[in-house]
């Protein structure tokens, strides 16, 4: 699995400059931007990101409360990483459980140490392939890879495999949002798609089309925001032809 990060920074080039480095790797997905702690406290509280990024250059004090704040309402800080031009802030970032701090202009051979010194100490669990539909004395074992999407029907869900079979699990969707591997997204209050399969997004009709079957998912302004994440997750790997 990625690592999923966020950034609050209000520095347009300091951002581009840290995705440069970061998509090097290939196993950092960035999950929103801000520019303000109190957009980046909203962010952190919403899609719990592995990663913060935090410029410390501006308002750094506002940034430390922010930090204070995220002990309120989360029982695991997130990995925070500290950006600042001088070494003014390093102490208040250490006391405040800081994993590092960063220096500007960037140095990749320091940035490069860092990120494998993260992921030596904070590994990355694989999700398990295979996910356990149990139903009494009954256990069906589905392969994670081989589902489109889950389809939520009153208090069950329903499974629709790549192979045209549908499975159904005693159980609501919400079960299994969590339990997924971190390429499933919900996308409505009714489906959760497995992004690997996801062909086309259309912002104005709110739906998106995945491979393999000749129909389309819609998706709901409540998860917008999930879906302009997936866009920009897509959009890194791929060529771009505008009409």
Not at 187 to 200: A, D, E, G, K, L
Request: proline fraction near 3%.
């Amino acid at each position: 699995m990625d690592y999923t990060y966020t950034i609050i920074d209000s520095d347009a080039v300091s951002n581009l400059q840290l995705h440069a480095f970061l998509d090097e790797y290939g196993d950092f997905d960035c999950i929103n931007t801000t520019t303000n702690p109190s957009d980046g406290l909203n962010d952190i509280l919403k899609y719990t990101p592995d990663i913060v990024f935090i410029n410390l250059n501006n308002d750094y004090s506002a940034i430390f409360l922010m930090v204070m704040e995220i002990h309120q309402y989360t029982n695991q800080l997130p990995i925070l990483i500290g950006i600042a031009s001088t070494k003014d802030y390093a102490y208040d970032a250490i006391k405040n459980g800081f994993f590092d701090y960063w220096l500007q202009p960037y140095n990749e051979f320091d940035i490069r140490k860092s990120l494998l010194k993260l992921k030596k100490r904070v590994p990355k669990e694989k999700a398990p392939v295979t996910l356990c539909l149990k139903s009494y004395n009954d256990f069906q074992y589905l392969n994670t890879n081989d589902i489109l999407y889950l389809k939520a029907d009153n208090n069950t869900t329903e499974f629709y495999m790549k192979d045209g079979t549908i499975t159904n699990a005693f159980k609501t969707l919400k079960t299994f949002e969590n339990a997924l591997p971190g390429n499933f997204m919900r996308i409505h209050q009714s489906y959760i798609v497995n992004t690997s399969y996801v062909s086309r997004i259309n912002f104005g009709k709110s739906i998106c089309a995945l491979k393999m079957v000749n129909e389309h998912i819609p998706f709901s302004k409540t998860y917008r925001e999930n879906m302009e994440s997936l866009k920009n997750i897509l959009s890194k790997n791929t060529l771009s032809s505008q009409n």
